[in-house]
């Protein structure tokens, strides 16, 4: 089972560059998240989208966009990117019912 | 003040230690408690999941809420150097939960 899959898993950027991380489940899951995480500061929402073709902003949402583009896939772009978006990005589905997160292993972004 | 207060750590505990995980949380909407255990460079995985006040028990790891203190622990028995990990509280009251900073656990041998 694939579960949660990131891509990429690595990526250095330039100031002001721009890029898209990719995140797909296949677990039929109706709500998926974008999360970042940065040394001591836990895990920040950024985007969520709690069914296909609706999405909302979370804590931290400024400096990205997403789109839901169906019910498996659910994109997270950093148009011009900067030093402060350097960070370790989870993509989540959620599990009704239980309530569980699934995440993926991450992608991890340095923007120089 | 965050709604979710974790001691970031690191604790350090010899192997076969009981180790306690704390979170304390201000929102009393939050009824889904839940602890994720993160290994280095790995996405957070759930261990845990209670609802509303009480304990529950999963082998060696044993989740208490209480609700009325807004307070909750991760009790880890004989713990093992594969324990070594940061934990993540989160809680929720819908479907959005908060987390905590995460607590880095080191068992050594």
């Known amino acids: 089972n694939a579960g949660v899959t990131q891509t990429p898993k690595f990526q250095v950027l330039k100031t002001g560059q721009s890029m898209t991380l990719q995140c797909a489940q296949d677990?039929?899951?109706?709500?998926m998240y974008w999360y970042r995480q940065d040394p001591g500061m836990g895990l920040r929402l950024i985007y969520y989208s709690a069914s296909e073709g609706t999405t909302d902003k979370g804590e931290v949402p400024n400096g990205y966009n997403v789109s839901r583009l169906n019910k498996r896939e659910f994109s997270l772009r950093l148009e011009s990117a900067a030093p402060s978006q350097t960070s370790v990005y989870f993509c989540a589905s959620y599990r009704a019912g239980t309530g569980e997160l699934f995440f993926g292993e991450g992608s991890r972004l340095t923007v120089l | 003040q965050k709604e979710v207060e974790q001691d970031p750590g690191p604790l350090s505990v010899p192997e076969g230690a009981i180790v306690s995980l704390n979170c304390t949380y201000s929102n009393s909407a939050f009824q889904y408690f839940m602890w994720y255990r993160q290994y280095s460079r790995k996405g957070p995985e759930l261990l845990m999941y209670?609802?509303?006040?009480g304990n529950k028990e999963d082998g060696r790891f044993t989740a208490q809420v209480d609700k009325s203190s807004k307070y909750i622990s991760l009790f880890i028995r004989d713990s093992q150097p594969s324990d070594s990990a940061t934990y993540l509280c989160a809680m929720r009251g819908s479907y959005i939960p908060t987390f905590g900073r995460g607590t880095s656990l080191i068992v050594h041998p």
């Open positions: 677990m039929n899951h109706n709500s």
């Open positions: 209670t609802y509303s006040s």
